[in-house]
């Protein structure tokens, strides 16, 4: 039986260049999301799971989960198609602030810029380090930090 073996789509090491600059579509956050994702991971702290409750919080309503809104962003970074078959790891998160809170229906959007590049020939390929910005429907920054990548080189 032979294993059936697809073409990367995504860009390779080489093609990475500090300053690109690369935006997502948009993912609107769903109660069901939420849910699930309270369930996935065991937290069920009222803040996300409780309107009654929440409506007593600054926020005055829930909030999606942190980890939830940057799982959905990484995401939408790959979803980009700029990491499809040549990504090897996501190595690193450093620097991320939760800036604002995400509320169930809000549409966020990923915008990924290059910071640098080091080549690391004895994985074929190197790192690329990567400013994330995830972004609301209102144009505000709900998220930032930095995502060092592992991708694969050309191999010409």
Known sequence: MSTMQTDPRGLF????????KIISTGRTVTE???VTFA???GDFNQIHTDAEYSRNTPFQERVAHGLLVLSIASGLAVQTGVLVGTILAFREISEWKFVKPVF???TIHV???????KALPRL???????EAEVINQKDEIVMKGDWKILVS???D
């Open 39 to 41: 369930g996935l991971s």
């Open 124 to 130: 074929g390929g190197g790192m690329v380090l990567i």
């Open 153 to 155: 080189g050309k191999g």
């Open 13 to 20: 090491f080489e093609e990475f260049e500090p300053g690109q």
């Open 104 to 106: 169930i229906g809000d």
């Open 32 to 34: 069901s999301d939420v």
């Open 111 to 117: 915008q990924i810029a290059v910071k640098q590049t």
